[in-house]
């Protein structure tokens, strides 16, 4: 049987594409080679599964992959290796991706979605090595997480689990995409964060005195505001960006300590481009975990270790999986 | 072997022991005896246990168990049979139950805390049967919970899981007993219920109009409103009671639509005094849960169907697991 394990991630504006070449039965802790893409606007499913399929058998130089694992950013059935549907990608819905992928590649093929292949990524390969249950979660342009529990996804009755991004922690806060009001994405997630430095300096010009850095590094215009640049103004000083960026992780780690209480894992992981802020972002998502959990409730958070390629080494557990069983 | 389990459980308040005759080696579904006593004021853990052995003798009349289940109404160590201690009892600090009860009844014995029994009552015997996962929520004097994940309990890393009590809803709520805002525990317990509806009649002495009917069930006194007497008075069409208790089961159902968001489990049973509030409550508990949840999740609710008798038939499921294994 071939060394070569395939893992793919499908993300929302991104292609990756890895080969892993196994020691002794694992994955060697680098990859043999890795490839990515941003898909061009109007890039449909298609157009994806096209540009996937040439990365991945330029990557693979005419070897056979024993296994195909398959990371995709959009609700799957995982037991049937289909597509539910993308919301970021038409065309997405209801495709049999796994046994698409097995047809072009001569290799059995496993699919599940990003949240628990980033949490099973990691969980195996990451900051989660050693433990046996954790709550992974990603804070970027949305919020969402992945379970593991007693060392295996739990991913829900119908595979939905880890929409952390949905609790509603304040009744009477801001609309949320999802038309709920006060759910933990549209107050901690990065364009939200970027929305409320906004709001706030639109509603009350008179704290633009203490935003000047803020607005010195968004190139004096409001609509240059990031959540990148609110953590960098925060870090050189700003005490307007930093309330706003504290705020965020507070409300962050109020949905960790509910969280916490309702579920007690040994470990939270948290990734995604928002938890990169610095320092201060992590005194304030510790402090609003550690006042919501109860006392005797232990609240253990790490930064992701893979970065933007934890659904990735999660798809390659899921070969690796496919290889040994 | 014995063909006969005990099941003890030691609430708060109330000791409660049965004894179990197995057929083809289930227990059947009705008690062959059952005993329960309320504990006087001042009842010490040393009152407890000796009170619950001579319970337990009584009802065995010579007869050696097969083995012992126990449900503990406190925080306990499962896997070593220890509790660590009670809030409601003194004296129950560090005391080695499951060790006692085996040189006292010649039986093996388990123990587990009175949340994962009656959770786990609910899954083998009761609304849960042929469900892998639930949660059982218990919303009476406190709100509380456990779970049930791949048809096993699950208690957490520190043995704290299914405290959703505590899962803060509302920050700028009322203060709860654990020192935060706006938990459920004080937006949707029995107390807290019969709080509320006290604080408003005081602060807008002009609803009192609408709260004859409540007030007359509660002899004319704020002081003798309960949650009973709430449901009592808003299924007599008091429309005032009606609003307090329509309250509390939607904040009861805002958590549990962020704990299916969370966890996605394919049942909730619901069990506690409060829960037999009626179709009222349960409509508003049922739309609260529907309104947070996103749209394809799951969300199914019913009635515990064990009652008090939850935990002590999780302590016969204890029992029954020592027996066989």
């Known amino acids: 049987m071939s060394d070569l394990l395939l893992a793919l991630d499908f993300g929302g504006t991104k292609l990756s594409a890895a080969v892993l070449q196994l020691q002794d039965g694992r994955p060697e802790q680098e990859w043999e ?5 941003f898909s061009p606007a109007g890039a449909d499913a298609q157009y994806s599964i096209k540009h996937m399929l040439s990365m991945a058998r330029e990557l693979l130089r005419d070897r056979q992959p024993s296994a195909v694992g398959v990371s995709f950013g959009g609700p799957v059935n995982a037991v049937d290796g289909i597509v539910r549907l993308s919301h970021h990608v038409p065309g997405w819905e209801n495709i049999h991706l796994a046994d698409l992928l097995e047809r072009e590649l001569a290799a059995p093929a496993a699919l599940d979605n990003d949240a628990n292949t980033a949490a099973a990524g990691e969980f195996r390969f990451g900051a989660g090595q050693g433990y046996s249950s954790l709550f992974y979660i990603t804070v970027s342009t ?31 806060g801001p609309v949320c995409s999802c038309g709920k009001r006060g759910c933990v994405e549209r107050l901690a997630s990065g364009p939200s964060m970027a929305q409320n430095a906004r709001d706030l300096l639109q509603a009350g010009p008179e704290q633009l005195s203490q935003a000047s850095i803020l607005l010195k590094l968004a190139g004096g215009e409001l609509s240059g505001i990031t959540a990148k640049i609110i953590s960098q103004a925060a870090a050189q000083g700003d005490l307007f960006a930093r309330q706003v960026m504290e705020a965020a992780a507070r409300s962050l780690g109020l949905a960790v300590g509910n969280t916490a209480n309702l579920m007690n894992p040994q470990l939270f992981v948290i990734g995604g481009g928002v938890s990169k802020s610095g320092p201060l972002y992590w005194d304030s998502l510790r402090k609003g975990t550690r006042e919501t959990a109860l006392p005797h409730i232990q609240t253990k958070l790490l930064p992701a270790a893979l970065g933007d390629d934890a659904p990735l080494w999660g798809a390659a557990g899921l070969a690796l999986d496919l290889r040994t069983s």
Chains 1, 2 share one sequence.
Do not use: F, T, Y
């Open 33 to 37: 080679a890795q490839q990515r893409a």
């Open 142 to 172: 949305g919020v969402g997480g992945g379970w593991i529990l007693n060392g295996k996804p739990w991913s829900g009755a119908n595979g939905m689990a880890g929409e952390i991004g949905h609790m509603v922690i304040d009744p009477d």
